[in-house]
């Protein structure tokens, strides 16, 4: 069975970092591209990050162009976003997906990133 | 900058059908954006409904299909339940390896 789990969430200042993993277990994770996804409370899904089944292919959102990274660890399982240069805007949930070619085909459950002074 | 267009709000009926569309500010969408559609209740994680257009995921019962009507991509939802008030989000696929969701539709079953 198909499961993702995030981590990493937490409270950090205007400026800061966090890094968020996602474990996946239940498929081979080095078979499948990745996402990030964010929500903040109350409002709509947005797209984020991508990255290909090998990591040799990266893209992002205009919004966090420049200051987040993802990257994974196919030995480990792990998907990660590291977060730089925080802004208040992007207080959200994160949420990883996983890409069955067609769309996302299972999610997490999401970590909760407040950036906040 | 293209955007992805939903339906603010919907009502339906229980045991209603309803048809939810996701279209683009510029241009049609086809099945080259393989549409997908999500259906996320307050303090859930999203939920895989369709993707690549009309494929139902594992465990979506077929009261949901999806498919291209005109120029936009849509959602059927046939013998509305009341556990169908949700909100419904589409995605496009934009190219070079970029993602965007609609705004998303607040479903109301009454």
């Known amino acids: 069975q198909v499961h993702l789990l995030e981590s990493g969430g937490g409270v950090v200042q205007p400026g800061g970092s966090l890094r968020l993993s996602c474990a996946a277990s239940g498929f081979i994770l080095g078979s499948y591209n990745m996402h990030w996804v964010r929500q903040v409370p109350g409002k709509g899904l947005e797209w984020v990050a991508f990255?290909?089944?090998?990591?040799?292919?990266?893209h992002y959102a205009d919004s966090v162009k420049g200051r987040f990274t993802i990257s994974r660890d196919n030995s480990k399982s792990t998907v990660f976003l590291q977060m730089n240069s925080l802004r208040v805007e992007d207080t959200a949930s994160y949420y990883c997906?996983?890409?069955?070619?067609?769309?996302?085909?299972?999610w997490g459950q999401g970590t909760l990133v407040a950036v906040s002074s | 900058q293209t955007v992805v267009t939903q339906e603010p709000s919907f009502s339906v009926s229980p045991g209603g059908t309803v048809t939810l569309t996701c279209g683009l500010s510029?241009?049609?969408?086809?099945?080259?954006?393989?549409p997908s559609w999500y259906q996320q209740t307050p303090g859930q994680s999203p939920r895989t409904l369709i993707y690549g257009t009309y494929r139902r995921s594992s465990g979506v019962p077929d009261r949901f299909s999806g498919s291209i009507l005109g120029n936009k991509a849509a959602l059927t939802i046939t013998g509305a339940l009341a556990d169908d008030e949700s909100d419904y989000y589409c995605?496009?696929?934009?190219?070079?390896?970029?993602?965007?969701f609609g705004g998303g539709t607040k479903l109301t079953v009454l």
């Open positions: 997906a996983k890409d069955n070619y067609w769309g996302f085909d299972h």
């Open positions: 995605m496009l696929y934009m190219g070079v390896d970029i993602w965007v």
């Open positions: 990255v290909r089944y090998d990591g040799s292919d990266k």
């Open positions: 510029s241009g049609s969408v086809s099945t080259n954006h393989y």
